[in-house]
């Protein structure tokens, strides 16, 4: 739709800064804002970049970006969420995997998105009803229904942040029962990844809106399920995400969600018997 080309010559227009950028990383202007959280020159004139066409094409709109906050239209329906560089560590360190974000908000809900690998030329994206697409392939979540012969992904919280010690623990527990887990840095391609069946399922904590609003809507429009960790609706802006198809959604709640993290208080009589695992 007109929609969809705005974002992806937007993402197209940043991703050849990027790329130029990428090939000299050692000339980059290098801030901490903190832990585990850089920001660079090549950032800041992405973010910039698309803003700019995004604000050209559509000048009422509002924002949400990484780098430079929010900045709210005279149209108030409609607002793009835009991380410029999801994978900023992997960028400085010369590992060629990571993206640009568009998602675009309407009344609230994520409507549209796109997420840019500049390296891989793979551009991901979706529209509601649409469906999700590769380039021009058509995308779908993973058929697999056997954990153990599963491939999740995840993030670590960087010590100190909330969530890092229940993080350990979930990650022992999904090892130790699936074929394995992968820490890609890049949240907005796991759940590319994921909606692309690469991944069976996505898990993270200690997210924030532009690392999923694109991704969101593309595992949705593969057929798979989207909630945050305790299974509810808050994971654009909650900060926790689990993504994966329905089968493996629930094993990964029970895995990582909140009856795993918090096994309570002693368990009243006659509740023993269902919950026995
Ligand atoms: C980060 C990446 C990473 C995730 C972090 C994010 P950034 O985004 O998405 O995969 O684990 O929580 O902050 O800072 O590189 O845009
Ligand atoms: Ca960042
Ligand atoms: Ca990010
Ligand atoms: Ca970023």
């Given at each position: 739709s007109a929609n969809i080309n705005v974002m992806v010559s937007a993402a197209q227009k940043a991703a050849r800064g990027l790329v130029r950028d990428f090939g000299e990383v050692e000339q980059l202007q290098v801030s901490v804002k903190g832990p585990g959280d850089f920001v660079s020159n090549a950032d800041m004139k992405a973010e910039r970049t698309i803003k700019a066409e995004l604000k050209r094409a559509r000048p009422e709109w509002g924002f949400l970006m990484e780098e430079s906050g929010t900045d709210a239209g005279r149209d108030t329906r409609h607002r793009w969420i835009v991380d410029p560089l999801d994978g900023t560590s992997n960028f400085l360190h010369g590992i060629p995997h990571f993206a640009i974000s568009i998602g675009l908000e309407r009344d609230g809900e994520i409507v549209a998105g796109v997420v840019l690998n500049p390296i891989t030329d793979e551009l991901y994206w979706a529209e509601k009803g649409q469906g999700a697409f590769m380039n021009d392939r058509r995308l779908r979540?993973?058929?697999?229904?056997?954990?153990?012969?599963?491939?999740?992904?995840?993030?670590?919280?960087?010590?100190?942040?909330?969530?890092?010690?229940?993080?350990?623990?979930?990650?022992?527990?999904?090892?130790?029962?699936?074929?394995?887990?992968?820490?890609?840095?890049?949240?907005?391609?796991?759940?590319?990844?994921?909606?692309?069946?690469?991944?069976?399922?996505?898990?993270?904590?200690?997210?924030?809106?532009?690392?999923?609003?694109?991704?969101?809507?593309?595992?949705?429009?593969?057929?798979?399920?989207?909630?945050?960790?305790?299974?509810?609706?808050?994971?654009?802006?909650?900060?926790?995400?689990?993504?994966?198809?329905?089968?493996?959604?629930?094993?990964?709640?029970?895995?990582?969600?909140?009856?795993?993290?918090?096994?309570?208080?002693?368990?009243?009589?006659?509740?023993?018997?269902?919950?026995?695992?």
């Open positions: 979540v993973s058929a697999r229904r056997d954990v153990s012969a599963s491939l999740f992904a995840t993030g670590i919280p960087y010590k100190g942040k909330p969530g890092h010690a229940p993080f350990l623990r979930q990650m022992a527990k999904v090892m130790a029962v699936s074929a394995g887990i992968r820490r890609m840095g890049v949240a907005s391609l796991d759940l590319a990844f994921t909606a692309a069946g690469r991944f069976e399922g996505f898990w993270e904590t200690g997210l924030h809106p532009w690392d999923v609003a694109a991704g969101i809507i593309l595992v949705r429009e593969a057929g798979g399920t989207v909630t945050d960790l305790k299974g509810g609706t808050e994971f654009l802006a909650g900060g926790t995400i689990l993504a994966a198809n329905a089968s493996m959604h629930r094993a990964l709640l029970d895995l990582v969600g909140p009856e795993a993290q918090h096994p309570g208080p002693a368990q009243t009589a006659g509740t023993d018997a269902a919950s026995g695992t």
